[in-house]
């Protein structure tokens, strides 16, 4: 299976600022691109989905996929304290979920 | 988003027991379940995707005979880990993909929290 890299970070940003969080894939027959949240101790939370290139908004998050560049990018605009989390990169490749490492960010107040 | 439940979200149990983990999908039918680990400060690891009403499949390196998966059910996927050990504590989570909207957005269980003394 091919890889999906995210920097682990942390990211720290000041609340009311921009988080941009930044995903690269390498299998170019990928479709389907997922971020999700995961709080310490919890499960993940599936927060976007991304099919198509351009940008899709959801309240304060805006998922932007690239194709020929294979980059996926998670924007939070106003942000919270309880945005502080690790952020979950994946693809589906072969009907499976690929997953990056991670990038912890945190929020400060 | 779809909700999956999982039973017991935490269990402590003695070198050489097995223990049971179930994963319901409750507001839809899931024909295929995921099943992962992880371990702190690591990203979730795919041990075997279930498949109702047939055997499942592993990944590389998982142990079908100590992780068994059952897909009784279009709403229910269970793992036992059999005669479990130290090295097998880690966080089990269960996750199953919503095809109800004709999308692939996979939902994940709140996890089982495993600790074997």
């Known amino acids: 299976q091919k890889e999906v890299e995210q920097n682990s970070g942390p990211l720290s940003v000041p609340e009311g600022a921009i988080a941009s969080l930044n995903c690269t894939y390498s299998d170019r027959g990928s479709q389907s691109f997922f971020w999700y949240r995961q709080y310490s101790g919890k499960s993940p939370e599936l927060i976007m989905s991304i099919y198509s290139n351009g940008d899709k908004e959801d309240g304060r998050f805006t998922a932007q996929l690239n194709k020929a560049s294979q980059y996926v990018s998670l924007l939070i605009r106003d942000s919270q304290p309880s945005d502080s989390a690790t952020y979950l990169c994946a693809s589906l490749q072969g009907g499976k979920l690929i997953f990056g490492q991670g990038t912890e960010l945190s929020v400060k107040p | 988003g779809a909700v999956v439940s999982q039973h017991p979200s935490r269990v402590i149990c003695k070198s050489g027991t097995s223990v049971k983990i179930e994963c319901r999908s409750l507001?839809?039918?899931?024909?295929?379940m995921f099943w992962y680990r992880q371990f702190p400060k690591q990203s979730l690891m795919l041990m075997a995707t279930s498949n109702e009403g047939s055997k499942a499949t592993y990944e590389q390196g998982v142990e079908k005979d100590k992780f068994l998966i059952n897909h009784a059910s279009l709403t229910l996927s269970t793992l036992t880990v059999t005669s479990a050990h130290p090295e097998d504590s880690s966080f089990y989570i269960c996750?199953?993909?919503?095809?109800?909207?004709?999308?692939?957005?996979?939902?994940f269980g709140p996890g089982t929290r495993l600790t074997v003394l």
């Open positions: 996750s199953a993909r919503d095809r109800r909207q004709g999308y692939n957005e996979q939902f």
């Open positions: 507001d839809f039918q899931a024909t295929t």
